[in-house]
């Protein structure tokens, strides 16, 4: 049963960075593709980065492309958003997901999901 556990959120000031993690169990991945998602109170669930396994291709909406950084590390089966220069603006859940069409800003594209970590950014 594959699994997905991000790891990484908390509460930040402005300006300051984190790195997500998303480690992902109980499969082979290196047909997969990792998508980070960000859900914000009332909003609907976002795409703000991908990233194909085996290649390390990597994917950005325009939003987020100057400020977050994804990766993975294949023999730990793990994938990483790194965020700088935090805004408030991007509070919210992040979540890993995993599918095999890389870069996908679809949710229905997905296959599996983590339950999410909790981005908070304050002033």
């Known amino acids: 049963q594959v699994q997905l556990v991000e790891s990484g959120g908390g509460l930040v000031q402005a300006g300051g960075s984190l790195r997500l993690s998303c480690a992902a169990s109980g499969g082979t991945f290196t047909s997969y593709a990792m998508g980070w998602f960000r859900q914000a109170p009332g909003k609907e669930r976002e795409f703000v980065s991908g990233?194909?396994?085996?290649?390390?291709?990597?994917y950005y909406v325009k939003s987020t492309k100057a400020r977050f950084t994804i990766s993975r590390d294949i023999a730990k089966n793990t994938a990483y958003l790194q965020i700088n220069s935090l805004k408030p603006e991007d509070t919210a859940v992040y979540h890993c997901?995993?599918?095999?069409?890389?870069?996908?800003?679809?949710?229905?594209?997905?296959?599996?999901w983590g339950q999410g970590t909790q981005v908070t950014v304050s002033l």
């Open positions: 990233i194909s396994w085996r290649a390390g291709t990597t």
């Open positions: 997901a995993l599918g095999p069409v890389a870069g996908s800003p679809n949710k229905e594209s997905y296959n599996y």
